[in-house]
Each structure stands twice: as C-alpha cells, then as structure tokens.
Nanobody, 124 residues
Framework: QVHLVESGGGLVQAGDSLRLACAAS????????MGWFRQAPGKEREFVAA????????YYADSVKGRFTISRDNAKNTVYLLMNSLKREDTAIYYC?????????????????WGQGTQVTVSS
C-alpha cells in the first residue's frame, strides 16, 4: 500500500499563498489518479482537486477553481497543491489520497489511501 506524507501547511493571512506537497512512498504512484481533499472542524471531508496519471487532466471544486492548482511530478512521486488568494474559508486540514481505479474523482470514498494531513489556517 502506498504511504503518503503531506507537508507545506501553515498559518497565513487572507490573500497569501501556500504550496502543499504530498510525497508517496512507492513508484506505483504514477499509475494512479491523485486527489486533494480538506476537512474543516465539524464538517465532512470535501473534494478540492484531482489530477490524472500524467497530469493531463485536472478537476477542481468550484470553491477553489481559479485560485488553486494541482500538479504532479511522477519522477519524485509527489503531487502538489498551489493555493493562491487564500480565504478564511480555506482553513482546514488538507489530505491527499490515491484514487481507486474507475471511481468518481470527487468522492472521498473513491480514495483508498490517505496521508496524515497538513493544517492550513487562514486569518483575516
């Protein structure tokens, strides 16, 4: 099973940027879609972005479209989430996951491997 480690979170002000990284433990990473989700206190885990095997296709939640960019470097077994123009409502723990083949990319249940998460806090 792939082991994932997220990093890059922190405390920032509204309007700032952050880049999250998710490092995978093995090479099968390049054979799977990857996704970023987030979970705020008292809320369910929600879809943020997903990226195809080669990075050709990307999908975003409406709430982050135009502000966030997902990318991947298969040579480094790493997927990134660049977050610009951060808002208070982006505050959450951010998780990366490995998508099950053929499963819907925007459903948390479609991912069978998760990292421990990285906290992002945006202050106004």
């Amino acid at each position: 099973q792939v082991h994932l480690v997220e990093s890059g979170g922190g405390l920032v002000q509204a309007g700032d940027s952050l880049r999250l990284a998710c490092a995978a433990s093995e090479g099968t990473f390049s054979n799977r879609w990857m996704g970023w989700f987030r979970q705020a206190p008292g809320k369910e885990r929600e879809f943020v972005a997903a990226i195809s095997l080669s990075g050709t296709y990307t999908y975003y939640a409406d709430s982050v479209k135009g502000r966030f960019t997902i990318s991947r470097d298969n040579a480094k077994n790493t997927v990134y989430l660049l977050m610009n123009s951060l808002k208070r409502e982006d505050t959450a723990i951010y998780y990366c996951g490995v998508r099950k083949p053929g499963a819907p990319f925007s459903s948390a249940g479609a991912y069978d491997c998760w990292g421990q998460g990285t906290q992002v806090t945006v202050s106004s």
